[in-house]
């Protein structure tokens, strides 16, 4: 791959709501990501925040405690005092209230201790996950909609 | 027939039920704790999820972490193993109030059996023989010996108050039985504030024979034969075999008859275990019932040749049984070890890293485990290691095998209760067969264990 044809995919993506990129060709490999990304457009389960919770459930923590364990992949851009978010359960993880609202936190973004990065999904249940402490978001880990396990680290961010 | 099972469980039987779901064409996902992450069970399966924190109460016994990895596995159907979740009746029910497939009896036949008064009543109003004595609390000493006659000697006089072993007294002849009845009557007033009494039928050798049940969702039922599990150390199965050595053919088709009758009248479905004890006449009672697999199971599978765990899948999803009863037979002699990781001699649990393993194998010899080198038996769960299953044309050669087998299993870096079996297989009453549910207190009371245990 020559530089020019790297600049027709990038021009390519501009505009568009892609927000990743891996290309795969023989020993080529490419991997982009894009800095801004739009709003997600697909959901798995397309429940309101305020679905009404079971009765018999017993409602898992809403609250996240912030990047004291779990080593994340390796980024490229993170600095060695970054800290990940990970997942208080097993759940589907969103970035943003509703397909048609933007994330929560864009990367680059500084978030407030307390400030809600994401939803995962448990049982029906929306749960927001709260920033424990404040950081500028380096990466989001993980695609919207995706499963996560619990203790899977959802995003990295520096101390600010 | 289900797509993709969630096992709701670690360890050996979540590996057993991967193994019968993969010979099935079904996927499998498995769920564990963080400390569980590099068990075989997780490696085995087709996919897997963290679900939590090493304790159970986290993570096995977490209910809303496993209903939702269910959904985001798109699994079909829950297997819940033994212990943990599998005779939670509110479990079950959420289980299929998702839309899901519950690998196990019904939720009203787990809730019947959990309660142990209600399981009995049912059960004697379905025709299984109870253990003769008084429905309630004894009146005066003059029903009591009208009770006590019926009952037979010897009998056994509890304090209502009572437990533990404490508030006890067995008499033997009806001379003694007023004068114990007062002292026991006045014993129970002044330690526990109350002074009524039951009596009750005392079996001096009691023997733990259960029944496996297998049953449709269309009401048809039959019954796999008997395990004896007499050798237990505390109310915990050390040893199983089948077919017990205390059964002949007639007490055979008995117990088992009267088993799936009763299953019959209460339309129980898929698999469970009817626990009897039988006393030194042949006379046998019911105890309780167990509505899952069995950590026993395999002994079963070995004189059968029926793999239980595929059987139990089927049917959960709704297949008919398509057996007869005279299609059941058992061939041959099984016989189950329990391999712990505890000292031999105080029986204390002795997690750890396992530092060398190997599992003996050979003809007749199945080993049911996730344990490996470098394996580490986690505190947090169950002490089991594994399950050493010998099968052999008869239990003196199965006794003999099982011997054999033992000299070639090596654990080092855990303590295990290998020393205590090979022990158990030369102590004589055991040998002959002829052992009930407290041989293991006199086998452990009369014989020093070797040096270095």
């Not at chain 1, 080593?71 to 978010?85: E, G, I, Y």
């Not at chain 2, 099935?24 to 087709?46: M, P, Q, R, Y």
């Not at chain 2, 269910?70 to 029910?93: K, M, Q, T, W």
């Not at chain 2, 059960?123 to 253990?131: F, I, N, R, S, T």
């Amino acid at each position: 791959m020559d530089v020019e044809k790297l600049r027709e995919i990038l021009a390519a993506l501009q505009g568009t709501d892609v927000t990743r990129l891996d290309w795969t060709n023989g020993q080529e490999r490419l991997t982009l990501r894009m800095g801004h990304p739009p709003a997600p457009v697909t959901a798995l389960h397309a429940v309101p925040a305020a679905a009404a919770a079971p009765a018999a459930l017993p409602t898992p923590p809403q609250v996240t405690p912030l990047a004291t364990a779990a080593a994340a992949p390796a980024a490229a851009a993170a600095r060695d005092d970054s800290f990940t978010v990970n997942s208080p359960f097993v759940g589907t993880f969103y970035r943003s209230a509703s397909p048609d609202n933007p994330p929560f936190v864009e990367v680059g973004q500084v978030v407030k201790k307390g400030q809600v990065l994401c939803i995962v999904e448990a049982m029906k249940l929306m749960n927001e996950i709260e920033a424990e402490q404040p950081g500028r978001l380096l990466e989001a880990l993980i695609q919207n909609g995706s499963p996560v396990e619990y203790g899977e680290p959802l995003f990295r961010f520096e101390p600010v | 027939m289900f797509h993709k099972i969630l096992i709701a469980n670690r360890a050996e039987i979540a590996l057993r039920i991967i193994r019968a779901a993969r010979e099935l064409g079904i996927e499998t996902v498995a769920v564990h704790s963080t400390a569980d992450a590099n068990s075989l069970h997780v490696k085995f399966a087709d996919e897997s999820l963290c679900i939590g924190p090493p304790p159970s109460k986290e993570s096995y016994l977490n209910i809303p972490a496993i209903l939702s990895a269910a959904e985001v596995s798109g699994a079909d159907a829950i297997h819940p193993g033994y212990g943990f979740l599998s005779e939670n009746a509110e479990f079950a029910e959420m289980v299929q109030h998702a839309g899901l497939g519950w690998i196990g009896p019904r939720p009203e036949m787990i809730r019947m059996m959990g309660n142990k008064i209600r399981a009995k009543e049912a059960m004697k109003e379905a025709g299984l023989p109870q253990l003769p004595g008084s429905e309630g609390v004894v009146g005066d000493e003059r029903e009591l010996v009208r009770l006590a006659e019926k009952v037979g000697f010897p009998v056994i006089l509890k304090a209502a108050a009572g437990g533990g072993g404490r508030g006890m007294k067995i008499v033997r002849e009806k001379e003694q039985l007023a004068q114990m009845y007062r002292t026991a009557s006045a014993e129970a007033l002044a330690a526990f504030g109350n002074g009524d009494m039951y009596v009750e039928r005392y079996v001096e050798r009691p023997r733990h024979i259960e029944i496996q049940i297998v049953a449709d969702e269309h009401g048809d039922v039959v019954h796999f034969g008997e395990r004896e599990c007499s050798v237990q150390r505390r109310h915990q199965k050390m040893l199983e075999e089948s077919p017990s050595p205390a059964l002949n053919e007639k007490l055979r088709e008995r117990m088992g008859r009267v088993a799936v009758e009763a299953m019959k009248k209460v339309r129980y479905n898929n698999l469970g275990t009817i626990e009897f004890l039988l006393d030194e006449r042949g006379d046998f009672f019911f105890m309780e019932m167990n509505t899952r697999i069995q950590v026993e199971h395999p002994v079963t599978e070995s004189v059968t040749g029926i793999d239980l765990l595929k059987e139990q899948i089927r049917l959960a999803a709704g297949e008919e049984l398509g057996r007869t009863q005279k299609s059941i037979a058992l061939r041959g002699h099984a016989i189950e070890l329990r391999i712990n990781a505890e000292d031999p001699v105080s029986f204390a649990p002795s997690p750890g890293l396992i530092t060398a393993y190997h599992a003996p194998g050979g003809l007749g010899v199945r080993v049911d485990s996730v344990a490996h080198e470098q394996y580490r038996v986690l505190p947090f769960y169950d002490s089991m290691v594994a399950k050493m299953i010998v099968t052999a044309d008869s239990r003196p050669a199965a006794i003999m095998r099982a011997r054999r087998a033992l000299q070639e299993y090596v654990v080092e870096g855990i303590k295990t209760n290998i020393p205590f079996h090979k022990r158990l297989l030369q102590f004589e009453p055991f040998v002959q067969g002829r052992y009930d549910t407290r041989t293991v207190e006199r086998l452990l009371a009369e014989s020093a264990p070797p040096a270095g245990g």
